[in-house]
């Protein structure tokens, strides 16, 4: 056991574990209307008011949001189940698997509502 490549390990952790935290910082500003939003955002991190609230989670995309994350957290699930270079046994393997991947696609995808990030620029 090398103390070195263990140290080495954990400092590459919290080095990218720093980055990633700036990174999402940054996109606070980013993603905000204004300074003033952006602000507000980050108070409302640093209250640490992390409660469960199901309300909440449901209330901006409809009474579905909650089921449809752990629709989508049992297809990502799913997806370790996959062969690894997607050379499967026989044709109807890739007609199913390429079937299932256009309607999760219609399901799940956007419906023409979203916006296009770099329009508020």
Same mark, same amino acid.
């Given at each position: 056991?090398? +103390?070195? @490549? #263990? ?6 952790? /919290?080095?990218?574990? *720093?980055? &990633? ?25 640093? #209250? ?11 209330? #901006? @995309?409809?009474? +579905? ?14 997806? &370790? +189940? ?11 393997? &890739? *007609? ?9 696609? /219609?399901?799940?995808?956007v419906n023409g509502k979203g916006e296009f990030i770099y329009f508020q620029f």
């Amino acid at each position: 056991m090398n +103390l070195n @490549k #263990e140290n080495s390990k954990l400092h590459n952790i /919290i080095n990218i574990l *720093f980055v &990633y935290t700036l990174v999402t910082f940054a996109w606070i500003f980013f993603r905000s209307d204004s300074l003033h939003d952006a602000f507000n955002f980050i108070h409302k991190i640093l #209250e640490f008011d992390f409660g469960f609230n199901l309300v909440q989670i449901c209330a #901006e @995309k409809g009474p +579905l949001n909650l089921l449809l994350s752990f629709f989508v957290i049992g297809l990502l699930f799913m997806t &370790y +189940l996959l062969p690894f270079d997607f050379k499967f046994k026989n044709k109807w393997s &890739y *007609f199913i698997f390429n079937l299932s991947f256009l309607i999760i696609i /219609i399901l799940i995808g956007v419906n023409g509502k979203g916006e296009f990030i770099y329009f508020q620029f």
